[in-house]
Every structure is written in structure tokens, then in C-alpha cells.
């Protein structure tokens, strides 16, 4: 890491910050009680530069993220101005590797957490707009989603094969997080469905699914917009786990799961392997957190 | 205290082949004799008597052991030879299964003269005759296991309450927790010096190391990782003790299809392709990198037990990446675009599996990726269950696979069914009739002598068709806590000397005189 | 009566369904039982074979099926492959650990958690509330494992102030009186328990903190308060009371999957339950094992589900029309 890195990651942080204190100069109602809380400024600052260092990651990174520099010589070196974060038991830089796994793990949390929020939403509008016939099903396929525990499902079905790829790593996370969120949304839809305006709707003849789009699913956002980002950080704690576990994200690709995996044997040896993703991810979810709280307090205008 | 990484499955003996399991059932049951701290296999010198005082030969294919008048299953009775006819007709049944049964196909009888002497025959004479007739079995008490159905051994109560005549005695096993022995104060051989023994079960190795450097447990008889070594170093508490592994590593390449193997392998069947492989890989390097020092590049599958075997004239092809371009490129396969080999729309593009549970074999991986990368060849590493992959090897349906291989003190039976043509584990289709030959050859050899010449030709004939890549040989590293004097490893098996360790008077702690 | 007897059978029903795909992605999954554990050289074919014709794994799957579920009506849970005993054993050897587990930690998550709550609901605003919302934000957002394994360095391997892992000191735990024994006990329980509780009293704290302020707020305390009731009883027997109804039902809910969301935390500090149970049956392709572990599991989700309708629905009996 050379004088140019370190001005490129400063420049990067203060491209965050001027985003977010452009965003704060909006003074619609929501924007502002978005940031009524200092955290929330902070955090989504934080979120906008973990975005921006894994989206410049090619640029920002000193090496490749699978670059073993010495295998002997440098191999657990502590941190240091040249490796920021030290290297690890292959002698990889660890932020370059903090960088890249970013892509990955914030790419399968909020794609994931896409997947979750199409089928949850889809399903929860169809169970709760339509009732008769389709809700009793499919609640009760909800039921037996929700009675096995996430974490028993998605290893039973990484067990299938060897090593999932990204893509289907995705939709399983995705199709085995939708559960929770069908319930929340059928409960909004079925409070909006009987709401005098979609009434209004109905009785002027209007066809079913015009009114989902146009009145229901927009009145049913909110909820939605806040479960998802709660979720995508769920999502990333799971594909830790998943990683540490040994059936997450395969290498050579970096997340920050499988970096906690690989550093867990040098704990004691080289703790700053395992820590820095840890806390990347830690920080990354709590940022999320605090962005889910502020987003309810700002889309929900009883407050 | 021993820290074990897992829980044993049943502690009778034929029933099992597992490690943890055999580290403890033979603190409980004897063999006739054992091999001594030498390891020698072959005739019977260096052997060591157990339940056997003595033995000699009526015949060249006769064998006739005097077993110890003073020994005792720990109910009182005595070990008879009726036992030790009991227990080959155990190891040999077929409902039984036994994992050592293969290991017994030469002898054909064993028979109880009178209470005292049991006569072994065999099919014919060869050099690890002895050997096979002592090492696998451990004497069984017939009188309790003779009314056991056969189809029941398998989940027998016996297994969870052994009765044995070795110097120690089980006390209790609690699932999931530990299993502890107790000292037969009475042994025939000499009572044990450390009373009682408690192995504690872990989930994996990495907490057995924490628990032993935390000081909750004494001992565990290999760290493996040189992590786990510089922990118990820095240890002030632990001694370290080094002693030959048994464990040796390689990259087995598929030389038949991926999930055909009926059809030669795209990439890995042509032999210049293999050795280019190995040539573009610097071992000697890679180990230093993964085992610092804890290990090293053995000329062939061959593990630090076998030092008999690692001829110096066998030449190891040095790491040459440029002399492995030149192979590659003489065999059409061109470097592409991305970096990557091509050849007739073909990319190079190995599969290696690796076992999720092991580190070192990950690490290997990761190493391999990039150093194989550097000569245009891609290496896309499989993680997976050791269980997974195991079924993968065994259907033939992979490309490359990282395997490790415990071995015992004989390399006769592991290099035998690793790479004959229809060796059981032979997964990766290896064949060449020179190599059978000269298998057969030092199988069957009468003389030491003999048998030593053709095992290296066999090797020889195994390290220029490069069918892998031999990666390593593990040293042993074990770390017993410092109170524990005359602490000595075997290296087929580390707990051989178990019952001469000792912890001096004065520097028992509470924990030592707890008693129960 | 007649709606609970619907959803029971309909409980059932979900049971079922349950079952039928684990059982089909365990059995469809690639690897098979009975393969060493460790660095062995496999069993040859034919006795793997052997093995399997014993627990009828040669059978169409169909017939296996069946078979397992016959055998569970039943009762019978079946013998595990690797362990070597019947299943039902190795279940009740697990269970107290993880209840026990389960209960200490939902101790710390409900304790801790709801006393951060009320200070905070006390000290609404100030900094110290500040701190401790950002604090406990921080704390919910840790992976478990993580947070495990840097306890586990900070305070037993480096400092050696507990235990690293098990759940007894079996050296001398039998020598121990009944005290000892039990502070033993205590002192290898610590950790795993405030590993799984400390995130868990994050998310009470969190959870909670709003409910304490607004029945700080609410109309019937700031007439108890202006009727001259001391602040101190306010707090605790009208303003907390109120606050909890909502978390109990959360609670009553979250308990299953403290016990087999575990699976990660007892891993990390070899403790001996469910969790870990599970998570090497899978590994190791015990089918009974795994089975055995998802019908516990969703037992008690699905009887935790009807047990909070049934609560809902004696509350209101809307709910209990509406279901119709």
C-alpha cells in the first residue's frame, strides 16, 4: 500500500460523507425525520463507503485479492502502514481481501434479500388479497418454512451439492429468507384490502392485479423497504456462519465469512486475521440496523 | 487428562478402525506381542511380548504362542488360548466385517493346543508373516462374547462396557463428554504409573489445542497445525515432543474421466501433462509455507513411518516452472487469453477436491490454485464433507483430490491397495503393469533383502508416471504437560508407553488426587 | 374446540410435510453413511454395502420411507449409524445440555436485556441512553460464532479466568462436593451462555427500551403519578408490567430456536446438545440422527406457534372467526 492507495480510500471517504451531507440538505418531511438521529447520518455515510471501496475495489485495492505475496516470508504479518490490516496464513493483503469480499457479501446480502423480498412480497399480497383458497395453503407452507430453523434448511440443502457457486447460494439464501416477510406483508394486505380508497378501486371495476400494483403494493412498501434492510444484514451473518461452517462462499473468492473461516486456526496465533472481517461485518450489519431504524421512523408517518 | 477431537463410536476392538477409538481400547485389551520402538514389521525381530511370553515355530508356516500364565481379564478370569482362537474366528467372520479382516487372509488357523499355547497357520511363508499373525488382533474374552449374536457386535452393549486385560480398566464413558480408565493395579506386566486416564471429547482439534494450552487438559499426541504448535510453545506449562508421523499428503490426479471411467481423462491421463504439474509446483516451499518446518516432501506416498522406503536415489522433480511450460506447450496446450491453457476448445481447468474439515488440505488448495495459475492452468478447488468425498473418489467423479492418508506401520497393505490396478482405493485408475509386478514381487519375496529392492523399483516406476503430486509427510508434534515424566511415543500408535508415563510425587496437583 | 382441533391437525399435517423433505434432501444428498472419519483408508465396497443393506439403505427410497415413518408411528426414532446407539439415547443425552444452555442464556437475554431497557426507558435521551442504544445495536449485530471465539481467546485461553469448552471438568468433577460440582458447572457454562445471551439481550434492549418509555408515557401512569404513587412502584408494577406482555410472546417464540440455533455456539465451545448433535449428523449423513433432530426441532416451533394462536385467539375471538 503506497501513498497513491492511501489517497485514493481518503478520497473514497469523502466522497460518502459529501453524498450524505447532500442527501441531509433535502428537506422533505422523511429525509429529515431520517436523520433526526446523528447515528443514522453516520451510519448510512459508512454503508455509501463500504459500497464505494467494493465497487472501486480494483482501483482502491494495493493486490489481487488472491495474490499470495511470499508464502514464507510474509505470511500473519501484523498490521502495518504497508498492509493496513496485516496479511493472512497465505500471505494475501487483508484490506485488499476486505475490499473485494465486500462485493461478495453485501452482492449475496442484498441480492438475497431481493429474492426474499419478491417472493415474500408476491406471496404475502396473493395470500392476503385474494384470501379464499390461496391463503389457507399457503400460510400453512409459510408455517412449515418458519417450523424448520433457517440455519438446519440451508445446510440440509448445501449438503445437495459440492460447494455452491454465488448464483444458487444466493437464491437459497433468498428463497429460505422469504417466510417472515410473506407474514408481514399479508398482514399489511389484508388491513389495506378492506381501506375504503382500494374499495373505491374495486367497485369502479377495476382488475385485480391492477389494483395490487397501483394501490396495494405501494401502501404495503414501507414495511417492506424496513424488513429489507434488516434482512440483508441477517442475510450476512448467515453466509458467515454458512462460511465458518465450510459451505458458504468458496474460495479463492473472498467474503468476509469465509475469511473469518480461514483465519478461525490462527485465532490465537494471528488474532487481526479473524477480527477485521469480523468487525467489518459487525460495523456493515450495525450500519444496516441503524438505517432499518431510521427508514421506520421516516416511512412511517405516524410517528 | 488427553484432549481427544471427537468421541469414540464403540470400544470393541474388530468392530473399528477409527484412531480415537483404537488409542483407547488399547489401554484395555492386549495383543499376543507388539512391534518395539524400531517399527520393524518384517520376521519377528524387535517384537515385544504382551499376553504372548514367548512363541516359536513348529513349521516354516507354524506359528505357536505360550501366552503369560499371569494374565487376567480384569473379571478375574484367566486369558486362555481358547480366547485367542475365539477372537480370529471373531476377526474372520463375515457378518462381523471386521475393517482388519483383509489383514488376516493369509493365516489359515488359528487353534488352542492346551489352555496356554495357540498354534496360528498359515497359507504360506512371506516376510510380514509375524506381523499380521500380532499386530491387528486384540485378544477377546470369549467367555462374555461367545452368547453374542454376530449381527449384534456392531452395537453390542459390550462396546460401551468393555471388559479387557490390558493395564487399564474403563470406568465410565459419558456420551459426549469423556471416557475414563482406570489402572489395573494388578497388571501382569507391572502396574501403571498414572492412575487414571480421561479422555475428553471435543468437537474438533482446534478446541482439544485450546483446552490443553488453557491447562483444562495434559495432553494431546498431535497438533497437526503449526499453529496449534507455536501455541502449546508459548505454553510455559507444556512440553513438546516430536516423533515420526504416520500421516502423508498428496494430490491424486483422476487419470480416467470425470464420472466415466471407461473414458481417458481430457487433461490428466497424458503423463507429460501430469509431470508438468508436479514440476510447476514448488513443494518444498509450500511446506515450509504450511508446515514450517513440521514436516517434509517425502519421494513418493510414503509417510515418515516407512524412513525404510524413502530411497535417496529416487529423483523428485524439482520445481521448474519454465520446464513445465515447455512440457505444456509441447503438448498443445496453448496459452489463451484470460492466461488460461486451451488446447482444440479444451480450457484447462482442474477440479480439486478438499475436505472441508481440514485446514492443512484447504491450505494446500489455496497454495496450489495460484502456484498452478502461474503456468496457465486453472484450478478451481471443491470444498466439500469428507463423507461427499469420499463417494466422489470411490464413483470416480472427480478431476483432482487432496488426500491424506493415515497409515500403518506397514506400507505393504496402504501402497498395495492405493495404486495396484485393482487396489480398493486405487480411485484415480492408476495403472501400469511394471508397478503391479513389483508389488508382487515384494510381497512375496522371502528375503528382507529382496522385497527391499522391489519395493523400489515399485516406487521408482510410481514417481516417473507422476499419477499425483506428493505434498508432504506430517512430523508428530505432542504436548504433554510438563509434570508428566517419562513421556515416549510410538508412532503407530503414541500411546504404546501410556502406562510407563508417570508424574512424580511431589508435583501432583489437586487435580492428579482427586479421587473419585 | 373445534378450531383447536383444526389446527392441530393441521400441526400435524405441517409435521409431515416437514419430515417428507428433509427426509429427501438428506437421502438425495450425495455421500454416504458409514465412511471413516478420520485419515483412514475407506471401508472396501462391499462392506460399505454390507452396512447398508443392514439399515435397509438398499431399499427404493419409497420403502425407506415408509419404513422410518411406520417405525416413528411407532415410536421408534431408529440406531444411529456412527454413533452406534439408539437414537432416542443419544436425544435425551442432549437435551438437558441444551436446555440448560438455553435457559442461562435466555436468563442473561431476559435479565440483562430488560434491565438496559429500563434504565434507558429511566434515563430516555440523556447520553448515557445514547451510548448504550448504539452499544446494543453494536452488540445484535455481531455474527454469534465470532463473538464466541474472541471470548473464548480473551478469557480462557489468554487470561485462563474459565473454562474453554465442555461442560464439566471431568477430571475432577466426581471428586467435587455437591457446591463444587455446581460452581463447576457454573463456571463452564459462563461463556457459551453469554455469547448466545448477550446478543439476545441486545435485541431485548432493543426491542424493549420503547415499549418502557411509552408506558412511562402512558395515560393510566401519569395519573397514578399525579394520584402521588412512588415513582419506584410506578416503575416496576405498572410501567414494566405493561411493557413485557408483548416480549413474553416473543420470548415464548424465540425459545426453540435457542435451542437449535445453538448449533454454531455449541460447536464453538464443545458443548455437548442439539445443536452440535445436528450439526455432525449432517456432516457424517447419520440419517436417523438427522431426522431425529428436525422433528424435535419443529416440534416445538409448530407447538410454539399453536401455543401463542391459542393465547391470541382466548384474547380475541376475531382471530378466531377470521381463521375460518
Given at each position: 500500500?503506497?501513498?497513491?492507495?492511501?489517497?485514493?480510500?481518503?478520497?473514497?471517504?469523502?466522497?460518502?460523507?459529501?453524498?450524505?451531507?447532500?442527501?441531509?440538505?433535502?428537506?422533505?418531511?422523511?429525509?429529515?425525520?431520517?436523520?433526526?438521529?446523528?447515528?443514522?447520518?453516520?451510519?448510512?455515510?459508512?454503508?455509501?463507503?463500504?459500497?464505494?471501496?467494493?465497487?472501486?475495489?480494483?482501483?482502491?485495492?494495493?493486490?489481487?485479492?488472491?495474490?499470495?505475496?511470499?508464502?514464507?516470508?510474509?505470511?500473519?504479518?501484523?498490521?502495518?502502514?504497508?498492509?493496513?490490516?496485516?496479511?493472512?496464513?497465505?500471505?494475501?493483503?487483508?484490506?485488499?481481501?476486505?475490499?473485494?469480499?465486500?462485493?461478495?457479501?453485501?452482492?449475496?446480502?442484498?441480492?438475497?434479500?431481493?429474492?426474499?423480498?419478491?417472493?415474500?412480497?408476491?406471496?404475502?399480497?396473493?395470500?392476503?388479497?385474494?384470501?379464499?383458497?390461496?391463503?389457507?395453503?399457503?400460510?400453512?407452507?409459510?408455517?412449515?418454512?418458519?417450523?424448520?430453523?433457517?440455519?438446519?434448511?440451508?445446510?440440509?440443502?448445501?449438503?445437495?451439492?459440492?460447494?455452491?457457486?454465488?448464483?444458487?447460494?444466493?437464491?437459497?439464501?433468498?428463497?429460505?429468507?422469504?417466510?417472515?416477510?410473506?407474514?408481514?406483508?399479508?398482514?399489511?394486505?389484508?388491513?389495506?384490502?378492506?381501506?375504503?380508497?382500494?374499495?373505491?378501486?374495486?367497485?369502479?371495476?377495476?382488475?385485480?392485479?391492477?389494483?395490487?400494483?397501483?394501490?396495494?403494493?405501494?401502501?404495503?412498501?414501507?414495511?417492506?423497504?424496513?424488513?429489507?434492510?434488516?434482512?440483508?444484514?441477517?442475510?450476512?451473518?448467515?453466509?458467515?456462519?454458512?462460511?465458518?461452517?465450510?459451505?458458504?462462499?468458496?474460495?479463492?473468492?473472498?467474503s468476509w465469512g469465509n475469511m473469518i473461516a480461514d483465519g478461525r486456526d490462527q485465532l490465537a496465533?494471528?488474532?487481526?486475521?479473524?477480527?477485521?472481517?469480523?468487525?467489518?461485518?459487525?460495523?456493515?450489519?450495525?450500519?444496516?440496523?441503524?438505517?432499518?431504524?431510521?427508514?421506520?421512523?421516516?416511512?412511517?408517518?405516524?410517528? | 487428562?488427553?484432549?481427544?477431537?471427537?468421541?469414540?463410536?464403540?470400544?470393541?476392538?474388530?468392530?473399528?478402525?477409527?484412531?480415537?477409538?483404537?488409542?483407547?481400547?488399547?489401554?484395555?485389551?492386549l495383543k499376543l506381542a507388539d512391534i518395539g520402538p524400531d517399527g520393524n514389521t518384517v520376521g519377528?525381530?524387535?517384537?515385544?511380548?504382551?499376553?504372548?511370553?514367548?512363541?516359536?515355530?513348529?513349521?516354516?508356516?507354524?506359528?505357536?504362542?505360550?501366552?503369560?500364565?499371569?494374565?487376567?481379564?480384569?473379571?478375574?478370569?484367566?486369558?486362555?488360548?481358547?480366547?485367542?482362537?475365539?477372537?480370529?474366528?471373531?476377526?474372520?467372520?463375515?457378518?462381523?466385517?471386521?475393517?482388519?479382516?483383509?489383514?488376516?487372509?493369509?493365516?489359515?488357523?488359528?487353534?488352542?493346543?492346551?489352555?496356554?499355547?495357540?498354534?496360528?497357520?498359515?497359507?504360506?511363508?512371506?516376510?510380514?508373516?509375524?506381523?499380521?499373525?500380532?499386530?491387528?488382533?486384540?485378544?477377546?474374552?470369549?467367555?462374555?462374547?461367545?452368547?453374542?449374536?454376530?449381527?449384534?457386535?456392531?452395537?453390542?452393549?459390550?462396546?460401551?462396557?468393555?471388559?479387557?486385560?490390558?493395564?487399564?480398566?474403563?470406568?465410565?464413558?459419558?456420551?459426549?463428554?469423556?471416557?475414563?480408565?482406570?489402572?489395573?493395579?494388578?497388571?501382569?506386566?507391572?502396574?501403571?504409573?498414572?492412575?487414571?486416564?480421561?479422555?475428553?471429547?471435543?468437537?474438533?482439534?482446534?478446541?482439544?489445542?485450546?483446552?490443553?494450552?488453557?491447562?483444562?487438559?495434559?495432553?494431546?499426541?498431535?497438533?497437526?497445525?503449526?499453529?496449534?504448535?507455536?501455541?502449546?510453545?508459548?505454553?510455559?506449562?507444556?512440553?513438546?515432543?516430536?516423533?515420526?508421523?504416520?500421516?502423508?499428503?498428496?494430490?491424486?490426479?483422476?487419470?480416467?474421466?470425470?464420472?466415466?471411467?471407461?473414458?481417458?481423462?481430457?487433461?490428466?491421463?497424458?503423463?507429460?501433462?501430469?509431470?508438468?504439474?508436479?514440476?510447476?509446483?514448488?513443494?518444498?516451499?509450500?511446506?515450509?509455507?504450511?508446515?514450517?518446518?513440521?514436516?517434509?516432501?517425502?519421494?513418493?506416498?510414503?509417510?515418515?513411518?516407512?524412513?525404510?522406503?524413502?530411497?535417496?536415489?529416487?529423483?523428485?522433480?524439482?520445481?521448474?516452472?519454465?520446464?513445465?511450460?515447455?512440457?505444456?506447450d509441447g503438448r498443445g496446450w496453448k496459452t489463451g487469453r484470460d492466461g488460461i491453457r486451451v488446447?482444440?476448445?479444451?480450457?484447462?481447468?482442474?477440479?480439486?477436491?478438499?475436505?472441508?474439515?481440514?485446514?492443512?488440505?484447504?491450505?494446500?488448495?489455496?497454495?496450489?490454485?495460484?502456484?498452478?495459475?502461474?503456468?496457465?492452468?486453472?484450478?478451481?478447488?471443491?470444498?466439500?464433507?469428507?463423507?461427499?468425498?469420499?463417494?466422489?473418489?470411490?464413483?470416480?467423479?472427480?478431476?483432482?483430490?487432496?488426500?491424506?492418508?493415515?497409515?500403518?506401520?506397514?506400507?505393504?497393505?496402504?501402497?498395495?491397495?492405493?495404486?495396484?490396478?485393482?487396489?480398493?482405493?486405487?480411485?484415480?485408475?492408476?495403472?501400469?503393469?511394471?508397478?503391479?509386478?513389483?508389488?508382487?514381487?515384494?510381497?512375496?519375496?522371502?528375503?528382507?533383502?529382496?522385497?527391499?529392492?522391489?519395493?523400489?523399483?515399485?516406487?521408482?516406476?510410481?514417481?516417473?508416471?507422476?499419477?499425483?503430486?506428493?505434498?508432504?509427510?506430517?512430523?508428530?508434534?505432542?504436548?504433554?504437560?510438563?509434570?508428566?515424566?517419562?513421556?515416549?511415543?510410538?508412532?503407530?500408535?503414541?500411546?504404546?508407553?501410556?502406562?510407563?508415563?508417570?508424574?512424580?510425587?511431589?508435583?501432583?496437583?489437586?487435580?492428579?488426587?482427586?479421587?473419585? | 374446540?373445534?378450531?383447536?382441533?383444526?389446527?392441530?391437525?393441521?400441526?400435524?399435517?405441517?409435521?409431515?410435510?416437514?419430515?417428507?423433505?428433509?427426509?429427501?434432501?438428506?437421502?438425495?444428498?450425495?455421500?454416504?453413511?458409514?465412511?471413516?472419519?478420520?485419515?483412514?483408508?475407506?471401508?472396501?465396497?462391499?462392506?460399505?454395502?454390507?452396512?447398508?443393506?443392514?439399515?435397509?439403505?438398499?431399499?427404493?427410497?419409497?420403502?425407506?420411507?415408509?419404513?422410518?415413518?411406520?417405525?416413528?408411528?411407532?415410536?421408534?426414532?431408529?440406531?444411529?449409524?456412527?454413533?452406534?446407539?439408539?437414537?432416542?439415547?443419544?436425544?435425551?443425552?442432549?437435551?438437558?445440555?441444551?436446555?440448560?444452555?438455553?435457559?442461562?442464556?435466555?436468563?442473561?437475554?431476559?435479565?440483562?436485556?430488560?434491565?438496559?431497557?429500563?434504565?434507558?426507558?429511566?434515563?430516555?435521551?440523556?447520553?448515557?441512553?445514547?451510548?448504550?442504544?448504539?452499544?446494543?445495536?453494536?452488540?445484535?449485530?455481531?455474527?454469534?460464532?465470532?463473538?464466541?471465539?474472541?471470548?473464548?481467546?480473551?478469557?480462557?485461553?489468554?487470561?485462563?479466568?474459565?473454562?474453554?469448552?465442555?461442560?464439566?471438568?471431568?477430571?475432577?468433577?466426581?471428586?467435587?462436593?455437591?457446591?463444587?460440582?455446581?460452581?463447576?458447572?457454573?463456571?463452564?457454562?459462563?461463556?457459551?451462555?453469554?455469547?448466545?445471551?448477550?446478543?439476545?439481550?441486545?435485541?431485548?434492549?432493543?426491542?424493549?427500551?420503547?415499549?418502557?418509555?411509552?408506558?412511562?408515557?402512558?395515560?393510566?401512569?401519569?395519573?397514578?403519578?399525579?394520584?402521588?404513587?412512588?415513582?419506584?412502584?410506578?416503575?416496576?408494577?405498572?410501567?414494566?408490567?405493561?411493557?413485557?406482555?408483548?416480549?413474553?410472546?416473543?420470548?415464548?417464540?424465540?425459545?426453540?430456536?435457542?435451542?437449535?440455533?445453538?448449533?454454531?455456539?455449541?460447536?464453538?465451545?464443545?458443548?455437548?446438545?442439539?445443536?452440535?448433535?445436528?450439526?455432525?449428523?449432517?456432516?457424517?449423513?447419520?440419517?436417523?440422527?438427522?431426522?431425529?433432530?428436525?422433528?424435535?426441532?419443529?416440534?416445538?416451533?409448530?407447538?410454539?406457534?399453536?401455543?401463542?394462536?391459542?393465547?391470541?385467539?382466548?384474547?380475541?375471538?376475531?382471530?378466531?372467526?377470521?381463521?375460518?
Amino acid at each position: 500500500m503506497n501513498l497513491a492507495h492511501w489517497a485514493a480510500l481518503a478520497v473514497t471517504a469523502f466522497v460518502a460523507i459529501l453524498l450524505v451531507a447532500l442527501l441531509r440538505r433535502n428537506n422533505s418531511p422523511p429525509v429529515q425525520r431520517f436523520f433526526t438521529k446523528p447515528i443514522a447520518a453516520i451510519a448510512l455515510a459508512w454503508l455509501v463507503f463500504a459500497a464505494l471501496t467494493a465497487i472501486a475495489a480494483p482501483w482502491l485495492a494495493p493486490y489481487r485479492p488472491s495474490q499470495q505475496l511470499d508464502i514464507v516470508a510474509l505470511t500473519n504479518r501484523p498490521p502495518s502502514w504497508i498492509h493496513p490490516l496485516g496479511t493472512d496464513a497465505f500471505s494475501r493483503d487483508l484490506l485488499s481481501r476486505i475490499f473485494y469480499g465486500g462485493r461478495v457479501s453485501l452482492g449475496v446480502g442484498i441480492l438475497a434479500m431481493a429474492v426474499a423480498i419478491v417472493a415474500g412480497g408476491t406471496i404475502g399480497t396473493v395470500a392476503g388479497y385474494f384470501r379464499r383458497g390461496l391463503d389457507g395453503p399457503l400460510m400453512r407452507m409459510v408455517d412449515v418454512g418458519l417450523a424448520v430453523p433457517r440455519i438446519f434448511l440451508v445446510l440440509a440443502v448445501t449438503a445437495l451439492g459440492s460447494g455452491l457457486t454465488l448464483g444458487p447460494l444466493i437464491l437459497l439464501l433468498g428463497l429460505t429468507g422469504w417466510f417472515a416477510t410473506s407474514r408481514l406483508v399479508r398482514a399489511e394486505v389484508l388491513v389495506l384490502r378492506d381501506a375504503p380508497f382500494v374499495q373505491a378501486a374495486r367497485a369502479a371495476g377495476a382488475a385485480p392485479w391492477r389494483v395490487i400494483v397501483r394501490d396495494v403494493v405501494p401502501n404495503a412498501a414501507a414495511p417492506m423497504i424496513v424488513s429489507a434492510a434488516l434482512g440483508i444484514g441477517n442475510v450476512m451473518l448467515l453466509e458467515a456462519a454458512l462460511s465458518f461452517l465450510g459451505v458458504g462462499v468458496q474460495p479463492p473468492a473472498a467474503s468476509w465469512g469465509n475469511m473469518i473461516a480461514d483465519g478461525r486456526d490462527q485465532l490465537a496465533t494471528a488474532p487481526w486475521t479473524t477480527i477485521a472481517p469480523g468487525l467489518a461485518i459487525a460495523l456493515v450489519v450495525m450500519a444496516l440496523n441503524a438505517v432499518g431504524d431510521a427508514l421506520h421512523d421516516a416511512l412511517d408517518p405516524r410517528r | 487428562m488427553i484432549a481427544a477431537p471427537g468421541e469414540p463410536s464403540t470400544l470393541l476392538p474388530p468392530m473399528t478402525d477409527e484412531a480415537l477409538d483404537r488409542d483407547i481400547f488399547d489401554q484395555l485389551f492386549l495383543k499376543l506381542a507388539d512391534i518395539g520402538p524400531d517399527g520393524n514389521t518384517v520376521g519377528d525381530q524387535g517384537f515385544r511380548p504382551a499376553l504372548a511370553a514367548r512363541w516359536d515355530w513348529a513349521s516354516p508356516v507354524a506359528l505357536v504362542f505360550h501366552l503369560d500364565p499371569r494374565a487376567r481379564w480384569h473379571d478375574g478370569r484367566a486369558v486362555t488360548a481358547g480366547d485367542v482362537a475365539f477372537t480370529f474366528a471373531s476377526y474372520t467372520d463375515s457378518t462381523i466385517d471386521s475393517p482388519d479382516r483383509a489383514n488376516l487372509s493369509h493365516i489359515v488357523s488359528v487353534e488352542a493346543r492346551d489352555s496356554a499355547t495357540a498354534v496360528f497357520t498359515f497359507d504360506r511363508r512371506y516376510p510380514e508373516m509375524f506381523f499380521d499373525a500380532v499386530y491387528h488382533m486384540r485378544i477377546l474374552p470369549a467367555h462374555l462374547l461367545a452368547a453374542l449374536p454376530h449381527s449384534q457386535w456392531r452395537t453390542a452393549a459390550f462396546g460401551r462396557t468393555p471388559v479387557g486385560d490390558g493395564p487399564y480398566d474403563l470406568v465410565r464413558w459419558t456420551a459426549g463428554q469423556d471416557v475414563e480408565l482406570a489402572a489395573d493395579s494388578t497388571f501382569f506386566l507391572g502396574r501403571p504409573h498414572l492412575r487414571r486416564l480421561v479422555w475428553r471429547f471435543t468437537p474438533d482439534l482446534s478446541v482439544a489445542v485450546t483446552q490443553v494450552v488453557a491447562g483444562d487438559a495434559d495432553a494431546i499426541q498431535v497438533l497437526v497445525a503449526p499453529d496449534n504448535i507455536e501455541r502449546a510453545t508459548a505454553a510455559s506449562h507444556l512440553t513438546l515432543y516430536r516423533y515420526p508421523g504416520s500421516v502423508y499428503t498428496l494430490v491424486t490426479f483422476n487419470l480416467r474421466a470425470n464420472g466415466d471411467r471407461t473414458t481417458a481423462h481430457p487433461i490428466l491421463a497424458d503423463v507429460a501433462v501430469r509431470r508438468a504439474l508436479v514440476l510447476a509446483t514448488d513443494r518444498a516451499r509450500m511446506a515450509q509455507s504450511i508446515l514450517r518446518g513440521h514436516g517434509r516432501v517425502p519421494p513418493g506416498p510414503l509417510s515418515e513411518m516407512w524412513m525404510g522406503l524413502w530411497f535417496s536415489d529416487i529423483v523428485v522433480p524439482p520445481f521448474d516452472t519454465a520446464q513445465a511450460d515447455r512440457l505444456l506447450d509441447g503438448r498443445g496446450w496453448k496459452t489463451g487469453r484470460d492466461g488460461i491453457r486451451v488446447r482444440g476448445g479444451t480450457r484447462m481447468t482442474i477440479h480439486l477436491a478438499v475436505p472441508s474439515s481440514s485446514g492443512m488440505r484447504k491450505a494446500y488448495a489455496t497454495l496450489l490454485q495460484e502456484e498452478l495459475r502461474a503456468v496457465g492452468v486453472e484450478v478451481m478447488i471443491d470444498q466439500m464433507e469428507a463423507a461427499t468425498m469420499q463417494d466422489r473418489e470411490r464413483t470416480g467423479r472427480f478431476d483432482a483430490a487432496i488426500e491424506s492418508w493415515n497409515t500403518d506401520p506397514s506400507a505393504t497393505s496402504n501402497l498395495a491397495e492405493a495404486w495396484l490396478e485393482k487396489g480398493p482405493s486405487n480411485f484415480g485408475g492408476y495403472a501400469n503393469p511394471r508397478f503391479d509386478s513389483a508389488v508382487g514381487r515384494a510381497l512375496a519375496s522371502a528375503s528382507p533383502g529382496d522385497s527391499r529392492r522391489a519395493w523400489h523399483d515399485a516406487l521408482a516406476t510410481l514417481a516417473s508416471d507422476s499419477p499425483g503430486i506428493i505434498l508432504s509427510a506430517l512430523d508428530n508434534v505432542a504436548a504433554v504437560d510438563s509434570r508428566v515424566s517419562d513421556v515416549t511415543f510410538r508412532p503407530d500408535y503414541w500411546g504404546a508407553d501410556l502406562r510407563n508415563w508417570r508424574i512424580r510425587g511431589d508435583r501432583l496437583t489437586a487435580r492428579d488426587r482427586a479421587e473419585r | 374446540m373445534r378450531w383447536l382441533a383444526r389446527r392441530s391437525l393441521s400441526a400435524v399435517a405441517t409435521l409431515l410435510v416437514v419430515l417428507t423433505l428433509v427426509f429427501g434432501a438428506i437421502h438425495l444428498a450425495p455421500g454416504t453413511p458409514f465412511m471413516p472419519r478420520g485419515d483412514r483408508p475407506p471401508l472396501d465396497a462391499a462392506a460399505v454395502a454390507r452396512l447398508q443393506a443392514r439399515f435397509g439403505l438398499d431399499q427404493p427410497i419409497a420403502v425407506q420411507y415408509g419404513r422410518y415413518i411406520g417405525a416413528l408411528v411407532r415410536g421408534e426414532l431408529g440406531e444411529s449409524f456412527s454413533a452406534r446407539r439408539p437414537v432416542a439415547a443419544m436425544i435425551a443425552d442432549a437435551i438437558p445440555n441444551t436446555l440448560l444452555l438455553a435457559a442461562a442464556a435466555l436468563a442473561i437475554e431476559f435479565l440483562l436485556g430488560l434491565g438496559i431497557s429500563i434504565y434507558q426507558g429511566i434515563h430516555a435521551g440523556s447520553h448515557r441512553d445514547r451510548a448504550l442504544t448504539n452499544l446494543t445495536l453494536f452488540i445484535y449485530s455481531l455474527p454469534t460464532f465470532w463473538l464466541g471465539l474472541v471470548l473464548l481467546l480473551v478469557f480462557g485461553e489468554r487470561l485462563h479466568w474459565l473454562p474453554v469448552g465442555g461442560i464439566t471438568d471431568p477430571a475432577i468433577h466426581d471428586s467435587l462436593s455437591i457446591a463444587g460440582r455446581a460452581v463447576d458447572r457454573i463456571r463452564h457454562l459462563i461463556l457459551p451462555a453469554v455469547t448466545l445471551g448477550l446478543i439476545g439481550a441486545a435485541g431485548t434492549a432493543r426491542f424493549e427500551r420503547p415499549a418502557v418509555i411509552a408506558a412511562l408515557h402512558d395515560d393510566y401512569i401519569r395519573s397514578a403519578r399525579a394520584r402521588g404513587v412512588g415513582s419506584r412502584r410506578i416503575l416496576w408494577a405498572h410501567a414494566v408490567r405493561n411493557a413485557l406482555l408483548p416480549y413474553i410472546t416473543l420470548a415464548g417464540l424465540a425459545f426453540p430456536f435457542l435451542l437449535t440455533g445453538a448449533v454454531v455456539v455449541e460447536s464453538v465451545f464443545a458443548w455437548p446438545g442439539m445443536g452440535k448433535l445436528a450439526a455432525d449428523a449432517i456432516a457424517t449423513r447419520d440419517y436417523p440422527v438427522v431426522m431425529a433432530a428436525t422433528l424435535l426441532a419443529a416440534v416445538m416451533v409448530i407447538v410454539g406457534n399453536l401455543a401463542a394462536d391459542c393465547c391470541y385467539a382466548v384474547a380475541d375471538p376475531r382471530i378466531r372467526e377470521a381463521s375460518r
